[in-house]
């Protein structure tokens, strides 16, 4: 229990770091550091599949996307546009809007039953394995052709062409 | 399923005949192996059909049918495009890879039995399609087609897996005959929540796929920019599938709760009836109106699955087919006329009555079938889809369609207009005899049907 409460706390730090930081790429940074602290609240809820995807793809893949594409939009105060007031004024009504959902939701809330896993180990890679390749067989298999299809497609697009005439584009 | 092996099989053969530069084969191996594939799928009409692989795959009539018209539109289609490819690159095996990569994806969303199979198999096709849509890589319009129909599309696909995903959680299954199960068990008045905001998130990203209004706004920019053969394709093989996996969900999952989204899916018909061909009378280009035409006859498939009956998926059957046919000669004819006077602007046509009789002659069928004239396929399709919609009692909805359709006569007519009494002075066109051979043999489909509309009526149970 110490160490949830310790991860929690950790997460919701990085969270606030996230949107206070000053430079957008500290900030991406935080981010990273948020992710990571929920795949170790997924690991210790059992849930090793969700851990190992929030951890590639999310913590991985993504944000290392945005990273890049931060440092390519190369943002600081200077270039930064000013906001106009309608944007202003159209962020502070979603606020607000968030706000009211928030505080609905959080009036209706009770101590809900909590609920009762059938299988203890649903959240294995073993139990995914199995069902990935026994019911799930088909679907897992023909998903290669989705990938093979855009591997194809990707060269195809990004390849240079070489015109009759002799030119490459 | 054998199908469905040899259509993903093919693409890979494919790319190994690019690799060793056997050029020449590249056509005759893939109609070839299209009509092996075709072949496997029709002999097993008489087969018991039961979902194979957990449940995942039910190769039943319906499917059969469906993989039949996609297997033998697209082999029309492919036979259009001996040199079209080679005049755009030199990576012609690949172009044709990937055609058959998205017939692949059609055949699992024609035979699916399991949401995850219709997810996947959507994904495919449009994965193909957003590569086709951007071969051209120099010409600009096809750039942004291809950058529009990806962005448009990845969010569609999001409400449809969100549909999905809700679905999931109050059903608990994926598979198609648990959910039905669970939908008897309920009533319109009792259904979960959830449930009831999955369907209507599936219609939107369905509807998304078809080109639907009030979601159709990357349709016309998308047929415009791609290259036409490929435009052809999505107009005909792809909307095909997308109306019978439409069709598959609705009729086997949520017939029992047809109150629930019969008002939503009635007010969406209207809107892309109405859309669809009011706009397409502002259009000067042939290629844009045909977009916008596909929009329109988006709406008439849309009757089938509103007026949901036993009937609904031999409509849709017919029409499918109809509404394929004709569009096949149109855009067999726009190709060859692109190609000489180098635009696709209605003026293009004038004076081809005079020069090739022929061709004049196919395209005005094709016309009179789009528009629904007796005698030719498009008739019967319309015939069907509004003979199911009055056994339903859904009356005003037929009078606003068949309005529609006679607005939609004034914009096909112009174009016959322009071939027989706009006098120009051109060269004659020079049809090669593969196009003649497929023009020829859509003129017989579409007359025969139109006239004995019972040799593909009643073929699905």
Partial sequence: ?169 | MNTLIVISVLPIVLLYLGLYKAKNALLPVTIVGLLVALGLAVSQWNVDAQPIFSGMMLFDKYAIAFSSISILSTILILALSKEYFERISSHVAEYYAVILFALAGIIVMVSYHNLSMLFIGIEIMSVSLYILAGIKKTDFASNEAALKYFLMGAFSTGFLLFGITLIYGSSGSFDLDVIRDWALTHTAKTVDPMFYTGIMLMIVGLCFKVGAAPFHFWTPDVYEGSPTLITAFMSTTVKTAGFAAFLRLFSTCFASLADLWTPTLMVITVITLCVGNVTALYQQSFKRMLAFSSISHAGYLLFAIVALGINSGNSVFVYATAYTVASIIAFAVLILVQQQSGNDNFESFNGLGKRNPFLAFVLTVAMLSLAGIPLTAGFMGKFFMFGGAVAKMQIWMVIIAVINAIVSIYYYFKVIIAIYFRDAERAELVAPGYVNVVLGLSVVITLVIGVYPNLISNLIP
């Fill in chain 1, 1 to 169: 229990m110490s160490i949830f409460y310790f991860i929690a706390f950790l997460s919701i730090l990085f969270a606030v770091l996230v949107i206070t930081a000053k430079n957008p790429v500290h900030s991406v940074l935080y981010l990273i550091l948020t992710f990571f602290t929920i795949t170790i609240h997924y690991i210790l809820l059992n849930a090793q599949f969700l851990a190992i995807v929030n951890f590639i793809v999310y913590m991985g893949a993504i944000m290392v996307l945005f990273l890049f594409v931060l440092m390519l939009l190369n943002l600081n105060v200077e270039s930064e546009p000013v906001k106009s007031n309608i944007v202003k004024f159209a962020g502070v009504i979603g606020g607000c809007c968030l706000l009211a959902t928030l505080f609905g939701t959080l009036k209706l809330a009770a101590t809900s039953s909590p609920v009762v896993l059938q299988d203890q180990g649903l959240g294995l890679v073993k139990n995914l394995g199995k069902v990935l390749f026994k019911e799930f067989l088909l679907p897992f298999e023909i998903s290669s052709i989705l990938l093979l299809s855009a591997m194809v497609g990707a060269v195809l697009l990004a390849k240079r062409e070489r015109q009759p005439d002799g030119k490459v584009f």
